[in-house]
């Protein structure tokens, strides 16, 4: 993302985990630690997605460090695709490892939206997780997990309007049981494309509120 991003390699159940780091600027005592998931990758999801990175830029610009990581299978990641048992795991090993103590928060994009939401409903009781950021959630796809309740204060799921991959009304009607905002992006398609300075803008703005 920048000339300071920091390679890391992590150890997971299936072996090596390949991840990036992205600290605030030097002087700033970094907030806590976000931990990023990306998208499906049997269609081409990683760490270097747009999303994915722009996510890791909001939470950089408001003081967190940004972990982001390849799921197993991906990159120099080891281990194959486990439609998202292994991949939550693999979230909760870099939680353990890049994030293992002080105030966490949770992010994922798409399939790793689901991922995420199943890693906080595993984390919750036990870290400080102060920030849970959901985008383009795969609820038409995957059973994503129901939010904790007191984490909807601190939750952010942002949804585009126009969104063919994972269709608005799926994601609404996950939310609604919940009682669950959905900040909806008009006209707004998956992958966010030509509207990515917005999504940082409610991810900042989101972050900073907090």
């Given at each position: 993302?920048?000339?300071?991003?920091?390679?890391?390699?992590?150890?997971?159940?299936?072996?090596?985990?390949?991840?990036?780091?992205?600290a605030?600027?030097?002087?700033?005592?970094?907030?806590?630690?976000?931990?990023?998931?990306?998208?499906?990758?049997?269609?081409?999801?990683?760490?270097?997605?747009?999303?994915?990175?722009?996510?890791?830029?909001?939470?950089?610009?408001?003081?967190?460090?940004?972990?982001?990581?390849?799921?197993?299978?991906?990159?120099?990641?080891d281990?194959?695709?486990?439609?998202?048992?292994?991949?939550?795991?693999?979230?909760?090993?870099v939680?353990?490892?890049?994030?293992?103590?002080?105030?966490?928060?949770?992010?994922?994009?798409?399939?790793?939206?689901?991922?995420?939401?199943n890693?906080?409903?595993?984390?919750?009781?036990?870290?400080?997780?102060?920030?849970?950021?959901?985008?383009?959630?795969?609820?038409?796809?995957?059973?994503?997990?129901?939010?904790?309740?007191?984490?909807?204060?601190?939750?952010?799921?942002?949804?585009?309007?126009?969104?063919?991959?994972?269709?608005?009304?799926?994601?609404?009607?996950w939310?609604?049981?919940?009682s669950?905002?959905?900040?909806?992006v008009?006209?707004?398609?998956?992958f966010?494309?030509?509207?990515?300075?917005?999504?940082?803008?409610?991810?900042?703005?989101?972050?900073?509120?907090?």
């Amino acid at each position: 993302m920048n000339s300071s991003t920091e390679r890391l390699r992590l150890t997971g159940s299936a072996g090596a985990i390949e991840a990036l780091r992205d600290a605030p600027a030097e002087g700033v005592a970094p907030v806590g630690t976000a931990i990023i998931a990306h998208p499906h990758p049997l269609f081409g999801g990683t760490m270097d997605n747009k999303v994915v990175q722009t996510l890791a830029r909001a939470f950089v610009a408001c003081g967190w460090t940004a972990v982001r990581f390849n799921f197993r299978g991906v990159g120099t990641s080891d281990g194959v695709h486990d439609e998202g048992r292994g991949e939550c795991e693999d979230m909760l090993a870099v939680v353990a490892q890049a994030a293992a103590d002080g105030p966490l928060a949770i992010a994922g994009f798409s399939f790793g939206a689901f991922v995420a939401s199943n890693a906080l409903a595993r984390l919750w009781s036990e870290r400080d997780v102060r920030q849970v950021v959901l985008v383009g959630t795969a609820a038409s796809r995957f059973s994503v997990s129901t939010l904790p309740p007191e984490s909807h204060d601190r939750t952010l799921v942002v949804h585009g309007e126009q969104d063919d991959t994972v269709p608005l009304p799926a994601v609404m009607d996950w939310a609604r049981p919940q009682s669950l905002p959905v900040t909806v992006v008009p006209g707004g398609g998956h992958f966010f494309h030509g509207q990515l300075p917005l999504l940082k803008n409610l991810v900042t703005r989101h972050l900073r509120a907090g």
